[in-house]
């Protein structure tokens, strides 16, 4: 799948779940269970323990979903998730290199950035989406003001979004958001706990449902 169309997957999307895990043992289950309750969009962390092997699993599994590596602070950790079959990356920090090897790869990269500066920098290097991150320490206030000089950029908001929070990002005019442990705790370890992120996955999928009809009303 080329770049163009992968990108606009993702904005079409708008919610990107994020698979971070302590033991691997789980990974397979949990994203199996995500995609039950409608996600369509998601990425496993880098410090998922044998991330990429989950990647290139998750690939075979389920051609039809998109799969990133996110965590990526490195232009090595970048080549390995790409050589696993990583779609898109996502990184917590702004980093010119990991850009560099995804242009290469001719795939997309979600750029953290805290700051106009990171954020400028972010553009300037290629970014495709800027990650604000961590959101819920800046709030949709800080990014309104960041809309005017950034008027052109596509945003998506990460870091303690919940269903209800969800609503306010979209109203602020989000493009997306990634969505952590509130859907998939990093212990998750029973049936019990598989079946809540079906149930808490579909309720972030319809709740967004609903807001996009809000607001086009």
């Known amino acids: 799948m080329k770049k163009e169309k992968i990108l606009y997957r993702i904005l079409e999307e708008k919610i990107i779940s994020i698979v971070r895990l302590k033991g691997s043992k789980m990974t397979s289950s949990v994203i199996d269970h995500l995609i ?10 880098s410090n998922t323990p044998n991330f990429d092997t989950e990647i290139s699993k998750v690939r075979k599994k ?7 590596a996110g965590t990526i602070t490195t232009s090595d950790l970048a ?12 990184t917590p920090n702004t980093n010119k290199g990991i850009v560099d090897v995804a242009k290469q790869a001719d795939i997309p990269v979600v750029m953290g950035a ?16 800027i990650k604000l ?12 003001s960041l809309k005017g000089p950034f008027s052109n950029t596509k945003f998506f908001a990460v870091g303690g979004i ?56």
């Open 162 to 217: 919940g269903v209800d929070t969800m609503n306010d990002w979209f109203k602020a005019g989000i493009d997306g958001v990634g969505i952590g442990s509130t859907l998939v705790p990093s212990g998750v370890g029973t049936e019990e706990e598989l079946n809540a992120i079906t149930i808490c996955a579909s309720k972030f999928v319809e709740h967004l449902k609903t807001e996009n009809g809000s607001i086009a009303d």
């Open 114 to 129: 805290f700051t106009p500066t990171e954020i400028a920098d972010a553009i300037v290097f290629g970014a495709d989406i």
């Open 36 to 45: 039950q309750g409608g996600i369509k969009v998601l990425e496993v962390t």
């Open 79 to 90: 080549l390995k998730a790409i050589e696993a079959g990583a779609q898109f990356l996502v």
């Open 62 to 68: 389920h051609p039809d979903i998109l799969v990133g």
């Open 133 to 144: 991150f961590p959101a819920n320490h800046l709030g949709t206030d800080y990014y309104r």
